[in-house]
């Protein structure tokens, strides 16, 4: 069965992909991390979320995931309080998080196994996953005997397997090289055309945020919170290409960038280190 057959005949979780982040406030010790933060994401919608080092992002998204606690306020996955990794939410982060000692096609059956999921059925899910992101061919491989950006794709396999209604990506793509990081954006807006989960994707990089995003949300530090979310107006489906050529891509990345630099010169004036764009 290809690839896509798969996703088409299974269709995607029960419940809503919508997320509501009410009131949030989260300490590290005596640190106040974020503060009253709100934000609202639709069912389908692709949020990218930018901000100064440190101003709580990785926080933020651990939090939506389930993996670190709310100090105050709630965090609203569908119907679904968030007090624990839900199953329908995929996770990827910048450093792959797969296991070494596994083969692609264990790490990306894993979490299926871990759920219930029959040995056989994981198998037939993580082969499609893997197909679609393009490792097919790979499944016997293990981490090392793959690239940056082959890794990066499995750990996008792993979380696709379990269709997801949600998917939380943190700086997926800071590690690869910046030509392979061009062609994974154009494979994920490919991904996400076929099957739109809710996703949130945090990154650095300015320009993959309008590439990728629907909406934009830019966050402050000291204390992190949101401090300006824009709409992205460029029509879908996007290339890389088709993206910069827009008119709107120019003023966009002005008012991300204005905004990102004063707050990444107040970090500086606090004596904290900036991060470099
Ligand atoms: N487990 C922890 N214990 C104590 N402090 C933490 C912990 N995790 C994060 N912090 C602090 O919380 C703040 C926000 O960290 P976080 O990693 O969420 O920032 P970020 O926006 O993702 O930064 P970056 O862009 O560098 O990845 C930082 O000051 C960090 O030092
Ligand atoms: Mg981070």
């Keep these: 069965m290809a690839a ?15 997320i509501e982040c009410r009131d949030i ?6 640190s106040l991390i974020l503060s009253n933060l709100q934000l609202s994401i639709a069912h389908k919608e692709f949020v990218c979320i930018v901000g100064p080092s440190g101003c709580g992002k990785t926080t933020l998204l651990r ?17 679904q309080v968030v007090t624990k990794p839900l199953p329908t939410v995929g996770v990827v982060f910048q450093h792959f ?24 059925e994981a198998r037939t899910r993580a082969e499609a996953a893997i197909e679609l992101v393009g490792l097919k061919g790979s499944n016997d491989r293990y981490p090392s005997q793959l690239s940056g950006g082959m890794k990066q794709r499995a750990g996008l396999a792993r979380a696709l397997a379990i269709q997801p209604e949600v998917i939380l990506l943190d700086e997926p ?29 945090v990154t650095h990089s300015i320009d993959e945020a309008i590439t990728l995003a629907d909406r934009v949300v830019v966050m402050g530090v000291n204390p992190g ?20 050529r827009h008119e709107q891509y120019a003023p966009l990345r002005e008012e991300i960038w204005d905004l990102l630099k004063v707050r990444e010169a107040r970090v500086e004036d606090q004596g904290s280190s900036a991060h470099e764009q």
């Design 173 to 201: 793509f800071a590690a690869v090289d910046a030509q392979t990081r061009e062609v994974l954006q154009e494979e994920l807006l490919n991904l996400w055309g076929l099957h739109k989960q809710t996703a949130v994707f």
């Design 63 to 79: 939090m939506i995931a389930g993996l670190a606690e709310v100090d105050n306020g709630q965090i609203t996955i569908g119907t």
């Design 97 to 120: 998080g797969l296991f070494p000692w596994k083969t692609v096609l264990k790490n990306v059956s894993l979490p299926l196994v871990a759920a219930g999921m029959s040995k056989a």
């Design 25 to 30: 406030y989260k300490w590290f010790g005596t």
């Design 4 to 18: 896509d057959e798969v996703y088409a005949s299974t269709g995607p979780g029960v419940g809503s992909g919508a």
């Design 225 to 244: 919170r949101v401090v300006k979310e824009i709409v992205i107006p460029i029509p879908r489906p996007r290339t890389v290409a088709s993206v910069r």
